[in-house]
């Protein structure tokens, strides 16, 4: 059973299409503006989509923004949202492994800091996200 960590290709779509209906109630498939916006994922620099392949299947994803600042002598740092993992692969270790993976790649684009969207509302996320190495923030605000 081959477990593989990557950046997405346009392949992953209908792979990825799945996890995102997977976690989010009354999702249908993605729409052409979807496919649009996955395509420039691909295509742009700027945030990558993550993914885990288990045979040959994506079976995990997130987004992961490389974002450029002025700030820590022109470093960048890193946003990542979206984690997902397919209902019927949880508890196998692949949040860990894509969160590692993340992580690493984040390091690796020189980021000095590095952002995980999460529920801090869920106790077993905020669980999930302390045992990565990431700590509970209180400095950061949401619009919505």
Not at 13 to 41: H, K, M, T, Y
Request: aromatic fraction near 10%.
């Amino acid at each position: 059973m081959a477990i593989v960590c990557r950046t997405a290709k346009a392949e992953d779509l209908d792979d990825i299409n799945v996890l995102f209906q997977s976690v989010q109630r009354g999702a249908v498939a993605f729409s052409r503006r979807q496919e649009i916006v996955f395509q420039r994922l691909l295509d742009e620099a700027l945030v990558d989509l993550l993914v885990v392949e288990q045979d040959e299947f994506v079976v995990a994803c997130c987004h992961c923004a490389i974002i450029p600042t002025l700030g820590f002598d022109g470093r960048p740092y890193a946003m990542l949202n979206h984690l997902i993992v397919d209902p019927l692969n949880r508890r196998q270790g692949l949040a860990t492994r894509l969160l590692s993976y993340a992580s690493e790649y984040a390091k690796k684009s020189g980021c000095y800091q590095i952002y995980l969207a999460a529920d801090a509302t869920q106790d077993w996320q905020q669980a999930f996200v302390r045992k990565s190495g990431f700590v509970v923030d209180q400095s950061i605000f949401v619009y919505r």
